[in-house]
């Protein structure tokens, strides 16, 4: 088994369904949560990390109140936040503890002690996926911007080429149930940014 590089704080450690360089996260997962036009992604993925790994959960309204309220605390007049000021954010709302820290990693490696708060490009692909939740669909190649998921699992699950699988904010009508997938050389070519939280 490969050792992860990040070692979670809390004492009682979530296992994944399946370790190793086919990890899964999913079956802690919780889908369906849909942020609307809110820009709160990276919250919405922050939260979702909660449920799987501390089984804290969150409604959809409380997610978007935290969102606006860190805004405003820190004076962010941009429709969205990054993961760190979502954490941040997050952190004086009392959902996360001060000793909890996010930190950057470099690889899925990490996807075998959590998952992973991911920050992809966003193209036309990410509204115009199917309901067999296929991310690698030629979307333009016009980034439009960014937006944050978390990253639940990898491997050759369904199928013989390496997928990384995450979850997203868009509701259930998104994808598959509001998850998708991708091959891992999709994920290497629109990965932004990769988080853990130790």
Not at 168 to 189: I, L, R, V
């Amino acid at each position: 088994m490969n050792e992860p590089n990040v070692i979670l704080s809390s004492e009682i450690k979530p296992k994944p369904l399946r370790d190793g360089k086919e990890v899964s996260w999913m079956n802690q997962s919780p889908v369906g949560n849909d942020q609307g036009m809110s820009g709160a992604c990276s919250v919405f993925a922050l939260t979702n990390w909660l449920a799987v790994m501390r089984d804290q959960d969150y409604s959809d309204m409380e997610c978007i109140r935290a969102f606006e309220g860190l805004k405003e605390r820190a004076g962010i007049k941009t429709r969205g936040v990054t993961v760190q000021q979502a954490f941040k954010g997050l952190q004086d709302t009392g959902w996360f503890s001060d000793v909890d820290t996010i930190l950057p990693v470099q690889d899925l490696d990490a996807l075998t002690g959590q998952p992973l708060i991911a920050v992809y490009d966003w193209d036309s692909s990410w509204i115009g996926i199917s309901n067999a939740g296929c991310l690698d669909a030629d979307g333009s190649d016009f980034v439009e911007g960014q937006h944050c998921v978390l990253t639940i699992a990898r491997g050759q699950i369904t199928t013989r080429q390496s997928m990384v699988y995450i979850q997203n904010s868009y509701g259930n009508m998104w994808g598959h149930k509001g998850c998708a997938m991708m091959t891992e050389k999709h994920h290497d070519k629109i990965i932004r940014e990769l988080w853990a939280i130790v």
